[in-house]
T-cell receptor
Framework: SQQGEEDPQALSIQEGENATMNCSYK?????LQWYRQNSGRGLVHLIL?????REKHSGRLRVTLDTSKKSSSLLITASRAADTASYFC????????????FGKGTKLSVIP | SQTIHQWPATLVQPVGSPLSLECTVE??????LYWYRQAAGRGLQLLFY??????ISSEVPQNLSASRPQDRQFILSSKKLLLSDSGFYLC?????????FGEGSRLTVL
């Protein structure tokens, strides 16, 4: 399976701290994406990083991709209570019609 | 702007009853559409995807089916629900490699 695997499964930090989540996958990819899901809601796209990119920024988000290690990390800086959510990585391997396979997610709790 | 709607938001059904979940997309044409299921504490499982009217691909054999009767409408159905069908069902459409999700339909089978 091409499914991404997030680590850790759960993370609890104080407001203002940085949060780092990791994702590993098994074979070559076209791109890797990160999504956020608030409890009981749909997923929201955060950022996409292509296989030829190593780092990407969006506001307080920083994503890195290491294709040699088949891993990615999502860093949220200066976390806020509103960042409390589950975060999923999704990998696209480029086979046929566009499909993403998702990991099980990291549940982030930011304590005010 | 594009929007995606799912309904019903919540559904409680007895085992053996039928199911119909609907998804519609507005503001775009000929989207790729997807049905995912999210079981409690687990990741997303791709169930079906469609690249056009009447074109459905199934990823997981099960007692669920999908149909796309119109360009922007995607329906998830079952003739007889099982307990294991309980979960959070998410519809999504794709644009430039990104998925845009609806708010989900939570199904509880009793």
């Amino acid at each position: 399976s091409q499914q991404g695997e997030e680590d850790p499964q759960a993370l609890s930090i104080q407001e203002g701290e940085n949060a780092t989540m990791n994702c590993s996958y098994k074979t070559s990819i076209n791109n890797l994406q990160w999504y956020r899901q608030n409890s009981g809601r749909g997923l929201v796209h955060l950022i996409l990083i292509r296989s030829n990119e190593r780092e990407k920024h969006s506001g307080r988000l920083r994503v890195t991709l290491d294709t040699s290690k088949k891993s990615s990390s999502l860093l949220i800086t200066a976390s806020r209570a509103a960042d409390t959510a589950s975060y999923f990585c999704a990998v696209h391997s480029g086979a046929g019609s566009y499909q993403l396979t998702f990991g099980k997610g990291t549940k982030l709790s930011v304590i005010p | 702007s594009q929007t995606i709607h799912q309904w019903p938001a919540t559904l409680v059904q007895p085992v053996g009853s039928p199911l119909s979940l609907e998804c519609t997309v507005e503001g775009t044409s000929n989207p790729n559409l997807y049905w995912y299921r999210q079981a409690a504490g687990r990741g997303l499982q791709l169930l079906f995807y469609s690249v056009g009217i009447g074109q459905i691909s199934s990823e997981v054999p099960q007692n669920l089916s999908a149909s796309r009767p119109q360009d922007r409408q995607f329906i998830l159905s079952s003739k007889k629900l099982l307990l294991s069908d309980s979960g959070f069902y998410l519809c999504a459409w794709a644009r430039t490699g990104e998925l845009f999700f609806g708010e989900g339909s939570r199904l509880t089978v009793l």
